[in-house]
């Protein structure tokens, strides 16, 4: 698993202690200062970048509406052109405030769990996990609204551009983290609750034996390691964590670690900061200095 950067980096946690709550407004205005101010580093250190960066995050007009473009741009190809998919999510972010919150909280989550990272723009610009979640977010709010094939279209899309195979139809929380995506796949009734952190190769699927409701509910603050396949309309309770390569058949209490073929509980897990993600702050301090807080 990937460990926590905020745990094991006290200059950055000293960091965050010094924060102070700021409303959500000023929040989102400070980050999309920041992905600015970013973008034209991109720019700096590689001009070839000039064109995506303009297109994405220069014409933007706030930060979701640059990640729009972006996840937009990913998915475009012969059947349907950037403009028609960023027009379609635009309407969705307008209809569904909740898409917006679940972006940036979505972006914490990145930043808060990816130590690879401390930079808003990798993930905006770069990272197939997070552009895999915001498109099943559009293809949800398609299904919701009635419009099951084009929920579908950006089903298969996604699949296909991010290797990441979400039924629209699954509920998904906010501060997701996908790290590397690659492989996952999600069933039509699985639930996923708020900062759950998932690895690549992950099967939420059923066991073939169930009809209805077959798939996993895995709830908030759940870890989800590599390759791990949990089968059946089983709770994964609150910050449970599932061991790389186990097969999970069996529901797994809250705080505990499975791990194994079939996954047997392994000890406890801590869920000392299970809101982290959403607890984003950006200072005053912090952005006049771009360095990241959460
Ligand atoms: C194998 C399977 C079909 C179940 O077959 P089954 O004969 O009904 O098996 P049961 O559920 O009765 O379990 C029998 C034993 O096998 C074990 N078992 C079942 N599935 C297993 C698996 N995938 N891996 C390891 N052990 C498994 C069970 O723990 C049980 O062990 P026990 O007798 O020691 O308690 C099912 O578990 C499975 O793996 N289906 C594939 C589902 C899949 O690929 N889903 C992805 C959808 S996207």
Redesign the pocket.
Known sequence: MRSNPLASNPSRADRVLRLVPQPEAERRDLAWQRLRAEAQTVVDGSPELATLVLRTIVNAHSLEDAVARRVAGRLAGADLAQDVLYDAFSRAMDDDSTIVTAIHADLAAAIDRDPATDRLVEPVLFFKGFHAIQTHRFAHWMLTKGRRDFALYLQSRSSEIFQTDINPAVPMGHGIFLDHATGL?V?ETAVIGNNVSILQGV???????ESGDRHPKVRNGVLIGAGA?I??NIEIGHCARVAAGS?V??AVPPNTTVAG??AKAVGTAGCAEPARSMDQILSREAAESFVYVI
């Not at 099967?203 to 034996?209: I, Q, V, W």
């Open positions: 796949v069933g099967t939420l699927g059923g066991t073939g034996k396949k089968l059946g097969v058949l069996q073929v079939p």
